[in-house]
């Protein structure tokens, strides 16, 4: 590479290397080393130069081993990310194909409101499903099923461990995350050229065949971005978790994944332990980076990012 | 021309630096002044005065951060008053200067207004005054972020000795004065009347064998479930949340302790946290107490229970005495005192078993003062000393015994002061509070006359009376750094029984785990005793 194409490249690179450097390395950077202190309660003149070493990392091993609070966590944030990531990825697929097959205008509609959850207010989203799966009598789902006569005293749903804790906050947030992969698709599968369709049509294909011959192959790109975006997503997203546990709706444990756990950790307790809450962010970090790395292996990033023949 | 371009902005961005550097560094180096305090409050307050005045400070800004039920907002208009009451002593004694509460910030919970100011402290953005529970005074002093005022209230021995000693050793960290008490409670144990008639419990003298440790939990347990036999919904209804400071009352009315004066640790001690634990369960297990009680709504849920009498008894508070009064709890409305009185019988919480005390529990509320109040005021670094000793001083204003007495008597909280139980008692005094005809500043008048009409009557001030005995009886919880964190740990605990996804023995355990997982928490913590074998609760 010649030097005038090295300045050129600098020149148009430099603003977005200063962004990720100030907005995205520093902030890391910043994490490691506070995990290394034992910073707590905000004191960060008292405990910005105590190192302890690798004692916070070695607090989070200790726990995992003991505590069966943050095994319950760990084991929380698996079955989120994972389920959450199915009920993303194939629900906004199957929702871009649902609207692919139908009028246009019908199919804005359907679209818009499927967003609404994405547009509400987070706290307002939460306070809907609280008061749905409410435990007592109050609960719409309760005051449904006790008037239809199938259960005759109210259920606390989201005390039921694991799975009550579970489906609610995978059902809440899966909602939420659904629309980006529906908007995602549907923009990709509206590139698709109609006479593909077309001649499929012709030749007596059913919706089904289309959808999976020649529509899923080709937004191959599109699901790998979606799982990848969502997959991250989903590890570092806590604030619909939040409000769940906070108002009790949720049990703590079973409600609680990796990223709320730092969150409540660093500002949520009576003892506010910042030191460890970013030690677990590093290992959330870790988590991200490996499973983002291995998805993007797996589905074959680098074959769909090949150059276009042709072109240089 | 490339090479100008590189120049120029090296030469900003070292322009920007160093006019970084320049108001950082400079002028901080002056000497600070200050006032040697006499224990005089006026003449102290004019020394002050005459010293701001002549550093050419006229106006003085403060804030003032408090938290609780909606009946004791005195918390922070308490600083208003005082605040007052030292600018007419500067006009009358021709000094020019003022104080102004620039900022009167109220919220519900405690433990939130205690996260906001650990977050804002460091950054200078939190009240200048923090008037919030002792427990967590430990915290914030180990931190540095309240004031150490034992040299300040070295002068006003005078006034200190007038505060209920218990209650200044409450304010104490290490040794060290870091508050003054602003109020203090007991913890009853309400008694539906009206549901006791109906099941054939006789009131009468009750808290006398409740006091004698003849009526114990066993006899709770009892006339619990008979009521629920009767077709009352509950026999016993408690407070949420964190188990701090409410159902720790369990621990000592077992015998049990929760701090080691000795070592300076906490104290997990196993038979009285498992009995208390087999209570719980007992109580859900029965259908008497809600199993999901953790995550009742607080006005929706728990005080309707209560004040509508779908309970016969309920662990509480004094307050509630007057916020049954001042919240539409009651069908849509608010209790009339005569209902109250007529409707709520009231003792402390009953010895655990045979042979046990009774015990209430008190969670004092503390005026702290910010190490860093005054900073929003000019020549903060030459009058650091002057701001600090002006803030004790208003601490100081804010106790006099006729504030005290009206938070008292207007939130149902009990007096610090000897001063101010004495004056509530004074039948004229209360007359003038009804009136409020009472030299308060317009402001405080304002926001308190709706709670002083409703609350202000000579049977809420019987009632204050009427408990102040159980202060004999009070234990605070421990005021250690690492309570908060073994609270939450029987908070947990105790949610789990309640809802039957662990026995007693389970949650012993898992607390103990929980203590064991955590080593900061574990080096704190002394696990003393063992889970009782054959312990039977209710007991013959």
Redesign the interface.
């Known amino acids: 590479m010649n030097k005038d194409r090295l300045t050129a490249l600098s020149f148009f690179l430099s603003p977005m290397i200063v962004m990720v450097l100030l907005f995205y390395l520093v902030p890391l950077v910043m994490t490691i080393y506070i995990s290394l202190t034992q910073m707590r309660n905000w004191n960060v003149s008292k405990y910005l130069t105590e190192f302890v070493g690798f004692y916070n990392y070695h607090r989070l091993f200790y726990m995992f081993q003991h505590d069966p609070t943050f095994k319950a966590v760990l084991l929380t944030t698996v079955v989120f990310v994972g389920i959450t990531l199915i009920v993303n990825v194939l629900g906004g697929l199957a929702l871009a194909l649902a609207t692919f097959f139908i009028e246009d205008k019908p199919a804005s509609a359907f679209r818009l409101l499927w967003l609404l959850p994405r547009m509400s207010p987070i706290a307002v989203y939460s306070l809907v499903w609280y008061y749905f799966f409410h435990g007592s009598d109050i609960g719409t789902l309760n005051s449904i099923l006790m008037k239809l006569g199938i259960i005759s005293h109210p259920i606390a749903w989201g005390q039921i461990v694991p799975w009550g804790a579970w489906s609610i906050i995978i059902f809440v947030n899966g909602l939420v995350g659904v629309s980006f992969g529906m908007i995602v698709f549907t923009s990709a599968l509206n590139q698709i050229p109609k006479e593909l369709v077309i001649a499929a049509r012709v030749d007596g294909a059913s919706s089904w065949q289309i959808s999976r011959k020649i529509l899923i192959p080709m937004i191959r790109w599109h699901l790998l971005y979606v799982l990848t975006w969502q997959f991250l997503s989903l590890l570092t997203t806590y604030p619909h978790l939040f409000l769940l546990v906070q108002w009790d709706l949720v049990n703590g444990d079973y409600g609680t994944t990796l990223a709320l756990y730092v969150f409540n950790t660093a500002f949520g307790r009576g003892e506010q332990d910042q030191g460890l809450a970013a030690a677990a962010a590093v290992l959330l970090s870790i988590i991200g980076i490996i499973g983002g790395f291995v998805t993007l292996k797996v589905l074959q990033f680098e074959k769909m990012m090949k150059r276009p023949r042709g072109d240089f | 021309m490339r090479m100008r371009s590189i120049w120029i902005v090296a030469l900003m961005l070292l322009g920007v630096v160093a006019s970084g550097c320049i108001s950082s560094s400079g002028g901080t180096q002056t000497s600070s002044t200050t006032v040697q305090l006499t224990g005089d409050f006026t003449k102290d307050a004019v020394s002050i005065g005459k010293v701001l005045e002549q550093k050419g400070i006229n106006e003085v800004k403060f804030s003032a951060w408090g938290s609780g039920d909606p009946n004791s907002v005195m918390r922070v208009y308490g600083i208003v008053e005082a605040a007052r009451r030292i600018n007419r002593i500067w006009e009358k004694n021709g000094i020019k200067v003022k104080i102004t509460i620039t900022d009167t910030n109220y919220v519900a919970s405690f433990?939130d207004a205690y996260?906001e100011y650990?977050?804002k402290?460091?950054l200078g953005q939190a009240g200048d005054f923090f008037v919030n529970s002792y427990a967590?005074l430990p915290?914030l002093a180990d931190?540095?972020?309240i004031l150490d005022i034992t040299d300040y209230a070295k002068a006003y021995k005078s006034v200190i000795d007038d505060f209920y000693p218990s209650l200044i050793e409450a304010s104490k960290y290490n040794g060290k004065l870091y508050g003054l008490p602003q109020d203090t409670e007991a913890r009853p144990l309400y008694i539906r009347k009206d549901v006791a008639a109906k099941i054939g419990f006789n009131l009468n003298s009750l808290d006398e064998k409740v006091k004698n440790g003849e009526f114990t939990w066993t006899d709770v347990y009892y006339w619990a479930k008979k009521a629920k036999e009767n077709g009352v919904k509950w026999g016993l209804i408690h407070r949420k949340g964190?188990a701090h400071p409410d159902l720790i009352q369990f621990i000592f009315a077992f015998g049990g302790k929760l701090y080691d004066e000795n070592t300076g640790k906490l104290i997990l001690d196993v038979p009285a946290v498992y009995k208390w634990l087999y209570v719980e369960w007992k109580f859900a297990r029965d259908g008497l107490l809600p199993e999901?009680i953790?995550?009742?709504d607080w006005a929706?849920?728990i005080h309707p229970t209560v004040v509508e009498g779908r309970t016969l008894f309920d662990i509480g508070g004094t307050w509630y005495w007057t916020e049954w009064q001042t919240k539409q709890y009651y069908h849509g409305r608010g209790l009339k005192p005569e209902e109250v009185k007529e409707w709520f019988y009231y003792t402390l919480f009953p010895a655990g078993e045979k042979g046990d005390k009774p015990v209430t529990l008190s969670q004092p509320f503390v005026w702290m003062i910010n190490s860093k109040a005054g900073q929003q005021n000019p020549k903060y670094d030459e009058l650091k000393d002057i701001y600090h000793e002006l803030a004790f001083l208003m601490v100081i204003k804010a106790s006099d015994p006729d504030i005290n007495a009206i938070h008292s008597v207007i939130s149902a909280h009990l007096p610090v002061r000897k001063a101010a139980a004495e004056l509530i008692k004074d039948e004229k005094w209360l007359n003038d509070l009804k009136n409020l005809n009472l030299d308060l500043d317009q402001t405080v008048k304002d926001n308190i006359r709706d709670i002083v009409q409703a609350t202000v009557n000579p049977i809420n001030a019987q009632f204050l009376a009427d408990v102040s005995y159980m202060l004999e009886y009070t234990h605070l919880a421990p005021a250690h750094?690492?309570?908060?964190?073994l609270?939450?740990i029987f908070k947990?605990a105790v949610?789990k029984v309640l809802?039957n996804?662990m026995t007693p023995k389970d949650a012993v355990n898992?607390i103990i785990?929980?203590v064991?997982?955590?080593?900061?928490l574990a080096k704190n913590v002394e696990i003393v005793g063992e889970i009782p074998k054959n312990w039977k609760f209710p007991q013959q």
């Not at chain 2, 750094?481 to 964190?485: C, E, G, I, M, Q």
């Not at chain 2, 064991?516 to 900061?520: F, L, N, S, T, V």
């Open positions: 433990q996260k650990l977050s402290q460091p967590f915290t931190e540095g972020y964190s999901d953790m995550s009742w929706k849920q750094p690492k309570y908060p964190a609270a939450d947990e949610d809802r996804e898992y785990q929980k064991k997982a955590d080593p900061g």
